[in-house]
């Protein structure tokens, strides 16, 4: 059987090596996304064929990533195949983009059922959009951003390792402002933000920093995702601050991103309200996403 382990630090070179020989546009094709996520879904990574191989928990059941890499990626499916059998369990992979289930449908036809993943569809915006929010569409984002700047007390700044504190204390305050709807899907974000913050240098991510009046009012921790894409991870802000998300989101975007063509804000993972907050930005491209069981 292949021998997976869990993933560390350490794995950061080797993964995002393979993550840049494929290129991919999908949020969770990003070491720290795996990383800052793996106690949750307890991530565990092997490199087969040449291939990095994620594996994780969907919800008691193991799944895993497509392969990744310039490796032999047919060869590596087959012996997941084997894999599975061995373990008596039916292959189950996640995060499949297009390219891959053409594939899937090539080599391995009558193997598995695809199906669509709505809910991991990944929202991503040109960086000109996100910057100058032009156009009609977006006027509601502009008149927003317009009351937030209505008093001149505010600014922006770079997260550091100075202030990344003062981001911490600014995030319990807002997770004790949803104590009433707090669930199980917001504990496991704020368990992947304490290890972004924790490794942050380590995983080279960059933050940006909201302030009113002095006070932190949003934040935002993003990195490179491919050659023309940066990922944001997350991004918290005061909703009754009118215009502070739109805020934070253009600011970092106009200092962090300028040198990329597009911008993914990952998923909506069937959050109703998430969802209809993305697509009220008009993502340019809805990243399809599908799964791939064994038949």
Not at 242 to 267: L, T
Request: aromatic share 12%; hydrophobic share 35%.
């Amino acid at each position: 059987m292949i021998e997976f382990r869990p993933i560390t630090i350490d794995d950061r070179d080797w993964m995002s090596e393979k993550l840049r020989e494929d290129n991919r546009q999908g949020c969770e094709y990003s070491f720290a996304n795996n990383f800052i996520w793996s106690v949750i879904y307890k991530v565990e990574v092997a490199e087969v064929c040449g291939c990095c191989v994620i594996k994780f928990d969907a919800e008691g059941e193991d799944c895993y990533a497509f392969p990744i890499g310039a490796g032999d990626k047919k060869a590596a499916i087959m012996q997941l195949l084997t894999h599975a059998k061995e373990d008596n369990s039916k292959l189950y992979i996640e995060s499949i983009e297009e390219a891959d289930r053409e594939f899937l449908e090539t080599y391995f036809s009558g193997i598995f059922q695809i199906e669509e993943n709505r809910d991991s569809f990944d929202y991503i915006y040109t960086v000109d959009k996100l910057t100058s929010l032009a156009g009609k569409k977006l006027h509601g984002k502009r008149n927003h951003i317009a009351r937030f700047k209505d008093d001149e007390n505010w600014s922006y700044e770079p997260m550091t390792a100075e202030n990344k504190q003062e981001c911490y204390d600014m995030n319990l305050k807002w997770c004790d402002r949803r104590a009433c709807k707090w669930n199980e899907d917001m504990s496991d974000e704020q368990c992947a933000l304490n290890q972004a913050m924790k490794y942050f240098d380590e995983l080279h991510l960059e933050g940006g920093i909201l302030r009113k009046a002095g006070e932190i009012v949003a934040f935002t921790i993003g990195e490179r995702l491919n050659s023309d894409t940066y990922v944001v991870h997350f991004e918290k802000a005061f909703p009754e601050i009118q215009g502070a998300y739109p805020m934070i989101n253009q600011q970092f975007v106009m200092h962090n991103c300028q040198e990329y063509s597009y911008v993914n804000r990952e998923d909506d993972a069937g959050d109703e309200g998430l969802r209809k907050a993305k697509l009220s930005y008009y993502p340019d491209i809805l990243l399809k996403n599908y799964t791939a069981r064994e038949i």
